[in-house]
């Protein structure tokens, strides 16, 4: 039996109160559409047996001894495993009117049916239309009514995801990483521990040491898919996604982990999930999970002019922090205004400073005499910003050392800290090393706050105002890292209003947007386009120390590129530019390309490849839209020639028929200007690998 949608106000209830398990029983399909997405409910259990979208076409697609809704972990004695899922469950009412279903399970059943329960563990499950006419919100509630604790939420549960841009093309996509899965957790011929295998992967939300960085994914193709995230914010519950490809059926299931512990007698809520299917590729899943963030996200300081429209910085490594050593010093502060010279000309409109003075000293001392006097720091702060770089120390005082940790009264426990030199074997924490040892201080000490605040205050009215954080490490404790990061801002921007607060992101992205201009990561280049769509800050980094593929990239992405090159052998930073001449002739073609379109960086939003309605051989793009306008960057990422580069601009620019797109070379120069369909092919002049054109599409008329 299938059950079309009903008119408003209908509502229909499909009760099941057999104890006979699902799969011992005919199923009955239930069917309705909610904002366009049709979904198939197992009659009989509530479960989500299929999701199809126009567009896309199946998402998901389950028999019903597979499909998902809500899973809990319910150990006993005698079967630890024990699950408790709508697939298993019978005692099911479903709930049908216009703008919503609402499932509810009186008891969930269990994996083996073997085991006798007590009591009954219940779920309701509520799908409904949002108002953005676009979304379907997903909301789980559940009670104990057992003598045990249910450890463990799954929800949403979604079982039975098929690729819907094929194996190889249909991407999970967050705002640290991209990944295809269909293909990445098939498990191999080769023989390996089935707990450990690769058809399982975890990730986390939280910040940029998590895989995740924010809470939102995507799951689909340049043709479509759906977009998935909580409502929920700041110091909210993380998420943990696990994605499982079942190698019996080669489909995907998606689980929302929740590691809550519903005891007897209490009651437990998932808050709302936002599913939006879209068709296009991810950039316009995204949409609403972008409105939800530029709702919460309050800055306090607009970012920098100098940080929105540089390429990057340059990071120079003074020395490795052994002052009696003469062979130590890598750079000296007369040496700076020239870094800072070669830094202008390459499109990089800050320098940080490492290695420059003691670590782990909150007072910010003295710097090392061997790279130079404070008076030679300050005149070239001085030097560079004539140039028009600005110089940043980048400090590291969240630990303390043997000579400052009886300050507050703490003691140096029995570790390495971080202990490193080109010479120590190994480099990294030797046994026998722990010169820079250390103890945790910050961020919550009100004695150490006040000393960071004074020491900053110090510097900056010297004429040194901004500052690069190591280790971010924002906490709800009071006083707050957030407390020091606003004493520390307010005092410098008095001085220098272009001052900046840079840092290491750690845990919680949604709360250090409100405060990083950049960051400084240690990382390469990474997909992190769907962050850069929806965050206006801070600019995430990649470190560049010769790639000119991954400069292209970060530069397409619109990354904030950290260029450090090093001599063979030696430290990070240790190099000039200019003796390394494929790197500074791409970072200069990169400046100038910014340069040229800045407002699509500057103010556009980042679409990525979701211009394409399909792949191209060779094609990598990045789009960026403006309300009345759109800028496309292609690379060539395989061997000379010409590409041909399908284009949809139906997504993106609407109300236009006709435009006009004006192709130009990687050095900005216009290369001609034609008539464009809204939807179609365009030929790039021939590209040497890893060559760049450009493609401005203006609507005509």
Avoid at 461 to 477: N, V
Avoid at 536 to 542: E, G, L, Q, S, V
Avoid at 579 to 590: G, Y
Wanted: glycine share 8%.
């Amino acid at each position: 039996m299938r059950l079309a949608a009903l008119m408003p106000a209908t509502i229909l209830v499909l009760a099941f109160s057999s104890p006979t398990r699902c799969e011992e029983a005919a199923t009955h399909d239930v069917s309705l559409k909610l904002n366009d997405l049709q979904i198939v409910l197992d009659g009989r259990t509530g479960a989500i047996r299929r999701l199809e979208y126009p567009g896309p076409g199946v998402l998901l697609d389950a028999d019903a001894a597979e499909a998902g809704l809500v899973d809990a972990a319910y150990p006993i004695e005698q079967f630890e495993p024990l699950r408790l899922s709508a697939r298993y469950s019978s005692d099911v009412a479903i709930e049908q009117a216009n703008d919503r279903v609402v499932i509810r399970i009186k008891r969930l059943g269990g994996s083996r049916a073997n085991f006798a329960l007590e009591g009954e563990v219940a779920a309701t499950v509520t799908l409904r239309q949002d108002s953005d006419a676009r979304s379907v919100i997903l909301s789980c509630e559940m009670e104990n009514h057992s003598p045990r604790s249910v450890r463990q939420v799954i929800f949403p549960d979604l079982r039975g995801l098929v690729p819907v841009a094929g194996v190889d093309e249909t991407i999970l996509k967050s705002c640290g990483f991209g990944s295809a899965p269909f293909r990445e957790l098939r498990v191999s011929d080769s023989d390996v521990w089935y707990a450990v295998d690769n058809s399982n992967i975890e990730h986390k939300s939280g910040g940029m040491f998590a895989t995740m960085w924010a809470r939102w994914l995507d799951l689909g193709g340049l043709n479509g898919g759906f977009s998935l995230f909580p409502r929920r914010w700041g110091w909210d519950a993380q998420t943990t996604t696990i994605v499982q490809l079942r190698q019996a059926t080669g489909k995907l299931r998606l689980l929302c982990v929740h590691p809550s512990e519903i005891k007897p007698g209490e009651k437990w809520s998932s808050g709302e999930w936002v599913l939006t299917p879209h068709s296009s590729g991810w950039a316009k899943g995204i949409e609403p999970y972008r409105e939800f963030v530029q709702s919460k996200v309050k800055r306090r300081y607009a970012v920098p002019k100098h940080i929105r429209e540089g390429l990057g910085y340059r990071t120079v490594w003074m020395s490795q922090g052994q002052p009696a050593d003469p062979t130590d010093a890598v750079w000296h502060f007369r040496d700076l205004p020239g870094l800072a010279q070669e830094a202008k000309d390459h499109g990089l409109t800050e320098m940080m400073m490492w290695g420059w003075q003691p670590g782990f000293d909150a007072s910010l001392p003295a710097p090392f005499p061997h790279v130079g006097t404070e008076q030679e720091l300050l005149d070239a702060a001085r030097e560079c910003r004539k140039i028009g770089v600005n110089l940043v120390p980048f400090i590291s005082v969240l630990q303390a050392s043997p000579k400052t940790a009886g300050r507050y009264g703490l003691k140096i426990p029995d570790n390495n800290g971080w202990t490193y030199h080109t010479e120590l074997i190994p480099r990294w924490n030797p046994p026998y090393a722990t010169g820079l040892s250390c103890v945790q201080v910050g961020p919550g000490n009100a004695k150490w706050q006040d000393e960071v605040v004074e020491a900053c205050g110090r510097w900056a009215e010297k004429g040194i105002a901004s500052i690069g954080w190591d280790q971010y490490f924002t906490t709800q404790d009071k006083p707050s890292m957030q407390d020091l990061t606003a004493r520390i801002r307010d005092q410098a921007r008095k001085i220098d209003p272009e001052s900046t607060f840079s840092g290491e992101e750690l845990w919680n992205i949604e709360v250090d947007c409100e405060w990083l201009d950049y960051t400084w990561n240690w990382t390469p280049y990474r997909d992190c386009q769907a962050y850069v769509s929806v965050f206006p800050a801070p600019r995430p980094n990649i470190n560049i120390k010769r790639s000119v593929a991954e400069t292209r990239y970060g530069f397409m992405d619109n990354l904030f590129l950290n260029v450090w090159p090093s001599k063979p052998d030696q430290i990070n930073g240790s190099e000039r530019i200019a003796n390394v001449p494929d790197l500074s002739a791409t970072l200069k073609v990169c400046a100038s390309l910014r340069k040229k379109f800045l407002p699509y960086f500057t103010d556009g939003t980042l679409i990525g490849n979701c211009l394409m309605p399909n792949r191209s051989p060779g094609v990598r793009l990045s789009a960026y839209k403006l309300p009345d306008r759109l800028l496309a960057i292609v690379l060539n990422d395989g061997a000379d020639s010409e590409l041909t580069v399908p284009y949809d601009l139906a997504p993106w620019l609407s109300g236009h028929d006709k435009f006009t797109v004006t192709r130009f070379d990687e050095k900005g120069n216009q290369i001609d200007s034609a008539e464009a369909a809204k939807s179609g092919t365009i030929r790039s002049p021939k590209l040497g690998h890893l060559e760049m054109c450009v493609l401005e599409f203006t609507p005509k008329g």
